[in-house]
């Protein structure tokens, strides 16, 4: 089945992050060092959470641009080629000689679904090319971040709140300077990797700190416990659904697109929340990313007819 090309005119989402290659494999023991290690799956896949978000995004009909750096070289014409075929904008993207594009190779276990990843930053970390920022679409109506650059991304939300964008960022996992991004975005998606590490472990008084800092909205990934939403005026909990997990890698970045795409269409957030709970769920019952993000709302809609919440 081909990906739904978005419409021309339909809403603008502008990414901004790391594009990775993600080299994806399913063994049946855990991963032993020093040893050679039998896989019976393997896939090349998009990774990165901006990127993967796009390509929900993308699939849902929504017209995307990807802002980011990859080599000119043999992963980097790869991962072109699968955003290319997702209908992902790619007129942003620079493609860099002499740079190594970010590998991601990822082992998940059959058993629980559960991975193991070894991976590369390649040099978008440390890019200082501004056409990545001046690039930004005059009409995009969001702007979703990861971080992983700290002063350009800076840099294009500053340049996303002058043009009235609404921006995002996903914290991903814990990184030097990331916590000032948050306090200049719109609104922030904070995975467990990162709230995990904070000193607060209580998320509803994670939520209320964050939102005396300037974001509308913040929002707590917590796994298979689902997620919890929080604004000025309440903060709610939204659990996950019940699955047996094949592969739980990515599950993050479904949740991350399909929330975007609840955004895009103006919903309640209790309905957007609990589509992207139930997107990410699915998409732990699935191998790869190909077959775990959605092609349409209805699969989600009837996912969520057919599944248990969690308790």
Known sequence: MQSHKPPQNSVIVSGFGSAVVDVLMMASQPIALQKKNLIEHQTIQIGGVIPTALVVLSRLGIATELHSLVGRDTFGNILLALLKKEHVGLETVIQKSGMKT??????????????????????????????????????????????????????????????????????????????????????????????????EHNPKAIIKKFLTQGPSLVVLTMEEKGCLVGTKQSIFHQPSYSVSAVDTNGAGDVFCGTFMYGLTQS???????????????????????????????????TFIKSHALLQ
């Open 102 to 199: 970010p590998l991601s190779c990822v082992t998940i276990h059959k058993d629980n679904g559960q991975r193991t990843s070894f991976y590369t930053t390649g040099a978008f970390a440390k890019a200082t090319d501004r056409k990545l920022v001046a690039s930004l679409n005059p009409h995009t109506q969001f702007l979703i971040a990861d971080g992983h650059n700290n002063q350009l991304t800076h840099e294009i939300i500053q340049k996303a709140r002058s043009q009235r964008t609404f921006a995002i960022v996903d914290l991903g996992n814990a990184k030097p300077g990331i916590e000032n991004l948050a306090h200049e975005a719109d609104a922030i998606v904070i995975p467990k990797a990162y709230w995990g590490t904070l000193n």
């Open 267 to 301: 919903w309640e957030l209790s309905k957007t929340a609990r589509f992207a709970c139930a997107a990410a769920a699915r998409s732990c019952s699935i191998f790869g990313k190909d077959q775990k993000i959605p092609r349409s709302e209805e699969e989600v809609h």
